[in-house]
Nanobody, 123 residues
Framework: QVVLVESGGDSVQSGGSLRLSCTAS????????MCWFRQAPGKEREGVAG???????TYADSVKGRFTISRDNAEKTLYLQMDNLKPEDTAMYYC?????????????????WGQGTQVTVSS
């Protein structure tokens, strides 16, 4: 049984930092692409940052230079370091995994999802 569990969400002020974690179990973590998505109320789920099995990374334009995705295959954990947070980063953040997406930030190509962790940034 595949399980993804996110943690690290919190309420912070604009300009602050958070580090999200996603712990995986039930499958071969190192063989899967991983991605962080977010969804704000009334908006579609969007890809924020993805990392492939070669640890190459892809970022949405809105977070480039502020967010850093990484993975620890030995610990089966995905991370998202978020710096210089802005109010528009407020959303529920989800981690997801899939074997071989054509477009790494496309949520429709992901098989397994966590339950999400809330990030709230106040101005």
């Amino acid at each position: 049984q595949v399980v993804l569990v996110e943690s690290g969400g919190d309420s912070v002020q604009s300009g602050g930092s958070l580090r999200l974690s996603c712990t995986a179990s039930g499958y071969t973590f190192s063989s899967y692409y991983m991605c962080w998505f977010r969804q704000a109320p009334g908006k579609e789920r969007e890809g924020v940052a993805g990392i492939n099995i070669y640890e190459q990374t892809t970022y949405a334009d809105s977070v480039k230079g502020r967010f850093t995705i990484s993975r620890d295959n030995a610990e089966k954990t995905l991370y998202l370091q978020m710096d210089n947070l802005k109010p528009e980063d407020t959303a529920m953040y989800y981690c997801a995994s899939t074997p071989r997406p054509l477009r790494i930030l496309n949520p429709h190509e992901y098989t397994f999802w966590g339950q999400g962790t809330q990030v709230t940034v106040s101005s």
